[in-house]
């Protein structure tokens, strides 16, 4: 039987926790004692893959490690935080509200540029003339940079290409190339939204932004995380995105 209260990386802790052994001259509990830099009267650090203090805890599962977050819920991707946060040094932070610029000459109004692809939030407005599409039907549309128009005249006014009817959801042109998958939760649990695989240059590398489930550009984005609705005879059944919907078309 090993002595308890050997010291054999010499930091001064003894191996053993036992209240009822004495070991003179030596602090007790070490958790690691080949490591020296491992003992109870370290700091743990908070990302080397030890549980430097003993406490029990490796790493970020140390209570020195967690985030000071005044409040506001802890975080590793910004899918998990409330909508209208985004995740930034594992706090969830809330996002600030864009500057709507007053669009003072005549029938001009204030456009959305979209939202920040890495936070989800919304970024700034300005200003264009808008009268062509002013005086068509307010009818909104999403863009795939998370803008959220009038209708789709003034989408097509300022090139931004359409990715459903409707406003756009929370988070909507969110950056969701690092999912693991283009699982349904990769932009939140419950939230309405895929992860939708684009090309915006061509040839380049694709990038994948979160996008409302069954909203579709090309045939590509098709079943667009949603399932396939209806069904054909065997084999003859084709996905097409008609009018940024998917839709089955039986017979190729
Ligand atoms: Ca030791
Ligand atoms: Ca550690
Ligand atoms: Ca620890």
Redesign the pocket.
């Known amino acids: 039987v090993s002595d308890p209260c050997a010291d054999r990386d010499q930091d001064g802790y003894a191996q053993t926790s036992d209240l009822t052994v004495q070991c003179p001259g030596k602090l007790k509990g070490d958790c690691a004692d080949t490591v020296a830099s491992v003992n109870p009267g370290r700091v743990?650090v908070c990302d080397n893959n030890l549980?430097?203090?003993?406490?029990?805890?490796?790493?970020l599962?140390?209570p020195?490690c967690q985030p000071m977050c005044f409040g506001n819920p802890t975080c590793t991707r910004t899918a998990a935080c409330p909508t209208d946060f985004y995740c930034s040094g594992r706090c969830c932070q809330v996002c600030s509200t864009p500057y709507v610029p007053q669009c003072g000459q005549w029938g001009q109004c204030a456009v959305p540029r979209g939202v920040d692809t890495s936070t989800g939030c919304a970024t700034s407005f300005f200003c264009r003339d808008c009268t062509a599409c002013d005086s068509q039907p307010e009818a909104k549309v999403c863009g795939t940079n998370g803008a959220t128009y009038r209708n789709r005249c003034l989408a097509d006014a300022v090139s931004a290409t359409v990715a459903h009817e409707g406003p756009c959801l929370p988070r909507e042109g969110l950056d969701c190339t690092s999912a693991e998958t283009f699982s349904l939760t990769a932009c939140g649990a419950g939230a309405g939204l895929y992860c939708r695989e684009q090309l915006i240059v061509p040839g380049g590398l694709p990038v994948r932004r979160c996008t409302q489930v069954g909203a579709c550009v090309t045939d590509a984005d098709c079943p667009a995380g949603a399932p396939v609705q209806g069904s054909c005879d065997a084999g003859s059944g084709v996905q097409r995105c008609v009018n940024n919907a998917c839709a089955l078309r039986c017979g190729g």
């Open positions: 743990e549980d430097d203090n003993c406490d029990g805890k490796t790493d599962e140390d020195n």
